[in-house]
């Protein structure tokens, strides 16, 4: 079966740049969403389709994939950023998720 | 404006079947290309999709829980109904349902419910 890998934690100063990684077998020719869950919340999605950004999420979120690796990457972090975040993407019909990386921000 | 809620019992015994009602709103599942998946998360740990159902009727399940899981529409009532049997204690979790937006052939999971927690103990 499909996996996804990604680092159990990413830690980042405030204001620095985070990158979160996930790698899978060609994940290039797959499309990539990541989403961003907060304790005792629901998982929000942050980028579809490898780098685009649903409506209200800030621009310091961007994505990309290419090869065996998406990244998500979150510019001038903020302490509202200290989340999970789960990278997501479909093998066949369906879904597989990554084992969640836990962004510390300080 | 879309929304979904999870419901169901928040204990069940184990070796009993489960069943979950997610009630949703702001689409219909006779739309063409409308999807609605069931997710869940054990304390702690990551998010593992479990099943999933189209507007046309097809089904879609976890290769690891497909000999346990039931899913299934009721277009009338904007319900989906996720069926689990065989409750085990590691089926502890908390239990989503979330819709599958797309934007071409990206899909993706664009509205989540509250999820509900599910408690497998004797």
């Known amino acids: 079966s499909y996996e996804l890998t990604q680092p159990p934690s990413v830690s980042v100063s405030p204001g620095q740049t985070a990158s979160i990684t996930c790698s899978g077998d060609?994940?290039?020719?797959?499309?990539v969403c990541w989403y961003q869950q907060k304790p005792g919340q629901s998982p929000v999605l942050v980028i579809y389709?490898?780098?685009e950004r649903p409506s209200g999420i800030p621009e310091r979120f961007s994505g990309s994939n290419s090869g065996n690796t998406a990244t998500l990457t979150i510019s001038g972090t903020q302490a509202m950023d200290e989340a999970d975040y789960y990278c997501?993407?479909?093998?066949?019909?369906?879904?597989?998720f990554g084992g969640g990386s836990k962004l510390t921000v300080l | 404006q879309v929304t979904l809620r999870e419901s169901g019992p928040a204990l069940v015994k184990p070796t009993q079947t489960l069943t979950l009602t997610c009630t949703f709103s702001?689409?219909?599942?006779?739309?063409?290309?409308?999807?609605v998946s069931w997710i869940r998360q054990s304390p702690g740990k990551a998010l593992e999709w479990l099943a999933r159902?189209?507007?046309?009727?097809?089904?879609y399940y976890s290769t690891s829980l497909k000999t346990r899981l039931t899913i299934s529409k009721d277009t009338s009532k904007n319900q989906v109904v996720l069926t689990m049997t065989n409750m085990d204690p590691v089926d502890t979790a908390t239990y989503y349902c979330?819709?599958?937006?797309?934007?071409?052939?990206?899909?993706?999971?664009?509205?989540w419910g509250q999820g509900t927690l599910v408690t497998v103990s004797s």
């Open positions: 979330a819709r599958i937006g797309a934007a071409g052939s990206s899909y993706y999971f664009d509205y």
């Open positions: 702001g689409f219909s599942l006779n739309t063409g290309g409308m999807c």
């Open positions: 159902i189209d507007w046309d009727d097809d089904k």
């Open positions: 060609k994940l290039g020719d797959k499309y």
């Open positions: 389709q490898d780098s």
């Open positions: 997501q993407a479909w093998d066949s019909s369906t879904v597989v």
